[in-house]
């Protein structure tokens, strides 16, 4: 279930600190409404500025020797190429072991941040697929790599993030994806009406 990393004990703390206001039993609708008035303004300005950056700023991996950041670069916002180069330093500084599987296609391997392998997550990949998969459910929480998988890759020589690990949702084309997606409605939805305009 993607929950973009928010336990269900942090929706309260998350919702205050977004919209700056600490809700009160005195507190009225008008005030309330003013303040989310002001707070949606503040959010629209943040992703105008969010969004200018993304299009004229480079992440500073366009000189590292690295592959595998250079196409996190190339394809993530600024925001969540940073979040995924703290994992791939992660990653580097990780211990690997692997298991022994029946499966020639299918590898498993266990990755921890320490050496004697406290505090550590199962990682299966399939050659085959491409598939990776681990038991932290970072992927499946947050739309993002965890830096036990990118242990794996790194192993394996893959310098690219498989494609089906790649959401929209945090792409530097995540919004024109959306614009287009929109047009493409609104095109048929007025072919459609001219249909029906001409049967009539």
Known sequence: MFSAGILSSQRSEVTNKAISFNAKATTNLFEFYHIFEQTVKRWRSNETSDNFRNRT????????????????????????????????????????????TENSQLKLFEVSPEEDFTNSHTVAYDE????????????????????????????????????????????RLAKSAVWENVQDKDQSQNALCGHHGDMQ
Not at 68 to 75: F, G, N, P, S, T
């Open 57 to 100: 700023e480079r992440p500073k991996a366009v000189k590292s020797k690295s592959k595998l950041l250079k196409h996190a670069a190339d394809v993530y916002t600024l925001a969540l190429y940073n979040d995924f180069e703290t994992e791939y330093e992660w990653a580097m500084a990780s211990f690997l072991r692997a298991f022994a």
């Open 128 to 171: 085959a697929t491409t598939e990776l998969v681990c038991s932290c459910q970072c992927f499946t929480e947050t739309g993002m790599l965890c830096f036990h998988i990118i242990r794996v890759m790194h192993m394996f020589s893959i310098f690219q993030i498989p494609q089906q690990y790649i959401l929209k949702r945090w792409t």
